[in-house]
T-cell receptor, first 112, second 111 residues
Framework: LAKTTQPISMDSYEGQEVNITCSHN???????ITWYQQFPSQGPRFIIQ???TKVTNEVASLFIPADRKSSTLSLPRVSLSDTAVYYC?????????????FGQGTELSVKP | KAGVTQTPRYLIKTRGQQVTLSCSPI?????VSWYQQTPGQGLQFLFE???????NKGNFPGRFSGRQFSNSRSEMNVSTLELGDSALYLC??????????FGPGTRLTVL
């Protein structure tokens, strides 16, 4: 399972776009990149998952360069309610079952 | 559809006791995983059950055990509690092991 590195914390203001980059130099061919969001005293919530290039859903976008050694989660026009910890996970989701390996995460603080 | 439910939400025990936590997955989900979250170690995988069989296991001592019933409900047991077992215990269910749906957790305090 590939190790991930993300910034420990980030600050932003309401209405701004936030980009959180995750480094995963040892990503394997079968590995997918998944992002989860966690609010205090709650379980993590799935945000987005991708394998290569760009994935977009109603909440966020995920940018993955061709070498797949990093990825960037983009949150458009953040609000105060986006204040949370964001986790980048890398793994063979189809074969590792429910075994998710969480890193330290990025604590995002959105200010008014 | 109802989400993942965990009971109890809060629990206080003393050292040496044992505890059983319960998790009811989303209807139709056959995979149930358990995680421990502490400020020092973060989110750590405990084990996963699929169709009543343990499919994956994390690096926790044998005091931590679990099981899954035929209706996919799962229980986790911790015996001989230690102070360091104080944590938020999270249960997650999944229909396909790709997206995990987490419950609100059980906050266990060991005194």
């Amino acid at each position: 399972l590939a190790k991930t590195t993300q910034p420990i914390s980030m600050d932003s203001y309401e209405g701004q776009e936030v980009n959180i980059t995750c480094s995963h130099n040892n990503i394997a061919t079968n590995d997918y990149i998944t992002w989860y969001q966690q609010f205090p005293s709650q379980g993590p919530r799935f945000i987005i998952q991708g394998y290569k290039t760009k994935v977009t859903n109603e909440v966020a976008s995920l940018f993955i360069p061709a070498d797949r050694k990093s990825s960037t989660l983009s949150l458009p026009r953040v609000s105060l309610s986006d204040t949370a910890v964001y986790y980048c996970l890398v793994g063979d989701m189809y074969n590792q079952g429910g075994k998710l390996i969480f890193g330290q995460g990025t604590e995002l603080s959105v200010k008014p | 559809k109802a989400g993942v439910t965990q009971t109890p939400r809060y629990l206080i025990k003393t050292r040496g006791q044992q505890v059983t936590l319960s998790c009811s997955p989303i209807s139709g989900h056959r995979s149930v995983s358990w995680y421990q979250q502490t400020p020092g170690q973060g989110l750590q995988f405990l084990f996963e059950y699929f169709s009543e069989t343990q499919r994956n296991k994390g690096n926790f001592p044998g005091r931590f055990s679990g099981r899954q019933f035929s209706n996919s409900r799962s229980e986790m047991n911790v015996s001989t509690l230690e102070l360091g077992d104080s944590a938020l215990y999270l249960c997650a269910s999944s229909p396909d092991s790709i997206e995990q749906f987490f419950g609100p957790g059980t906050r266990l305090t060991v005194l």
